[in-house]
Nanobody, 121 residues
Framework: QLQASGGGLVQAGGSLKLSCTAS????????MGWFRQAPGKEREFLAA????????KYADSVKGRSVISRDNAKNTVYLQMNSLKPEDTAVYYC????????????????WGQGTLVTVSS
């Protein structure tokens, strides 16, 4: 299973590093991704990373402000977010799937419980 953590309250312009730790099985052969859902909005893809860490994809909304990474030895994927804006306020979720294309379009096989990020202005 997947468990996201690291959310919290941060001022605009600040940074947060989210973690998603897998348990119960190894996800080292899976593509991992991050999504978010703000109140009243649809779930939004943010970033994904291939099993080896060499392939990444970002949504325009976070490109240049966020970095996705993974540590397969720890069964953990991270999302470093910088220059946070109030519009980044949302519940952030991690997901795992067999391919980049499936994860990017939200068709991951596994989803974690979210972690709330609140950015104050």
């Amino acid at each position: 299973q997947l468990q996201a953590s690291g959310g919290g309250l941060v001022q605009a312009g600040g940074s947060l590093k989210l973690s998603c730790t897998a348990s119960g099985r190894s996800f080292r052969s899976y593509v991992m991704g991050w999504f978010r859902q703000a109140p009243g909005k649809e779930r939004e893809f943010l970033a994904a990373i291939g099993w080896g860490g060499g392939s990444t994809k970002y949504a325009d909304s976070v490109k240049g402000r966020s970095v996705i990474s993974r540590d397969n030895a720890k069964n953990t994927v991270y999302l470093q977010m910088n220059s946070l804006k109030p519009e980044d306020t949302a519940v952030y979720y991690c997901a795992a799937g067999p391919s980049l294309s499936l994860v990017v379009r939200g068709a991951g096989d596994y989803w974690g419980q979210g972690t709330l990020v609140t950015v104050s202005s």
